[in-house]
Nanobody
């Protein structure tokens, strides 16, 4: 069992930056990819991106390419989401999730691919 806890959300003006953290605890010795999703009020959960354990492809949703950057420190079981040039439409609850599968069953952008989820952190961007 792995527990994920996000932090770093808050209120920021448009054009500003935030850095979200996702700390894993519990059974974290297995390699896993970390996906990031967000959900705005009244909208479906949206895939933001995914970073592999070490090597591999990092995926970004088109809506965040060039503005968001994923990174991770495996020695600290922590993943990061650096968000720059924030827009009001980025306002949402942001979730990190872990995928322990060696292969893909649903696709990198499908929430069903991920088995452990954090509680989410609110990001609000004012115009």
């Amino acid at each position: 069992q792995v527990q994920l806890v996000e932090s770093g959300g808050g209120l920021v003006q448009a054009g500003g930056s935030l850095r979200l953290s996702c700390v894993a605890s519990g059974r974290t010795f297995n390699a896993y990819a970390v996906g990031w999703f967000r959900q705005a009020p009244g909208k479906a959960r949206e895939f933001v991106g995914r970073i592999p354990w070490s090597t591999g492809i990092t995926y970004y949703a088109d809506s965040v390419k060039g503005r968001f950057t994923f990174s991770r420190d495996n020695t600290k079981n922590t993943a990061f989401l650096q968000m720059n040039s924030l827009k009001p439409e980025d306002t949402a609850v942001y979730y990190c999730a872990a995928d322990f599968s060696p292969g893909l069953s649903w696709g990198v952008g499908d929430w069903r691919e991920y088995t452990s989820w954090g509680q989410g952190t609110q990001v609000t961007v004012s115009s």
